[in-house]
Nanobody
């Protein structure tokens, strides 16, 4: 299993970024997928989850109405559209899948929001 995030960067408060995650080595269409983030000195937290069909999503309260998780089952990718970014969104963002009881992570992509 391999996960590869991209799309992070530096953006000003109120700006937008779109993160992507390519996946390899498992049957993507059968698994829920998630985005997590980890800020310096803080625990990793769940940001958003999407079910295998893409018909159901869940978000952390802190990002509801600003972030949108989507998936493309034909390309085995997920994305996270982040709008109205705030400095407190600064973190390393990871995509993740739980497969057969094991959590897999990518290397992460840094998102920095300046004030």
């Amino acid at each position: 299993v391999q996960l590869r995030e991209s799309g992070g960067g530096l953006v000003q408060r109120g700006g937008s970024l779109r993160l992507s995650c390519e996946t390899f080595g498992f049957t993507f269409i059968t698994y829920h997928m998630s985005w997590f983030r980890q800020a310096p000195g803080k625990e990793r937290e769940l940001v958003a989850t999407i079910n295998s069909r893409g018909s159901s999503t869940n978000y952390a309260d802190s990002v509801k109405g600003r972030f949108t998780i989507t998936r493309d089952n034909a390309q085995s990718t997920i994305s996270l559209q982040m709008n109205s970014l705030k400095p407190e969104d600064t973190a390393v963002y990871y995509c993740s899948v739980r497969r057969q009881g094991v959590d897999y992570w990518g290397q992460g992509t840094q998102v920095t929001v300046s004030s």
